[in-house]
Nanobody, 118 residues
Framework: VQLQASGGGLVQAGGCLRL?????????????MEWYRQAPGKQRDLVAT???????TYADSVKGRFTISRDSAKNTGYLQMNSLQPEDIAVYYC?????????????WGQGTLVTVSS
C-alpha cells in the first residue's frame, strides 16, 4: 500500500488549493485519514481528520477555511483549503489507517509543499 499526496503549490494570500491523497496497492478500505502540516523549523501538527463514518475534526487555526473529505470508491482523501494565509505555509502530509489483506495499518504520504505569497 502506498499513499500519494499531491496538489500543493504557490498561491497568493486569500487563494485556495485542493490537496489529494490517493491510496494505491491492495487497499480493502480506508478506515480514517488525517492531514498534518509541518512549517519550517516547527513540529508536525494535526490539521484535520475524517473518520470511518465521515465525522470530521479541525485544528482551530483552520476551522471555517479548510474542509477534509473522502471518496471511498477512489480510495482518495482531499483537503480543500480556502482563504490561505502566509501562516499556512508548510509541507502537508496525509496519513491513513488502511485495511489491506485483513490487516489494519497506518501509512504516510510523502508530503506536498504549500506556499502562500503575501
Amino acid at each position: 500500500v502506498q499513499l500519494q499526496a499531491s496538489g500543493g503549490g504557490l498561491v497568493q494570500a486569500g487563494g485556495c488549493l485542493r490537496l489529494s491523497c490517493a491510496a494505491s496497492g491492495t487497499v480493502t478500505s480506508i478506515k480514517s485519514m488525517e492531514w498534518y502540516r509541518q512549517a519550517p523549523g516547527k513540529q508536525r501538527d494535526l490539521v484535520a481528520t475524517i473518520s470511518t463514518g465521515g465525522g470530521t475534526t479541525y485544528a482551530d487555526s483552520v476551522k471555517g477555511r479548510f474542509t477534509i473529505s473522502r471518496d471511498s470508491a477512489k480510495n482518495t482523501g482531499y483537503l480543500q483549503m480556502n482563504s490561505l494565509q502566509p501562516e499556512d505555509i508548510a509541507v502537508y502530509y496525509c496519513e491513513a489507517n488502511i485495511w489491506s489483506h485483513f490487516s489494519l495499518a497506518d501509512y504516510w504520504g510523502q508530503g506536498t509543499l504549500v506556499t502562500v505569497s503575501s
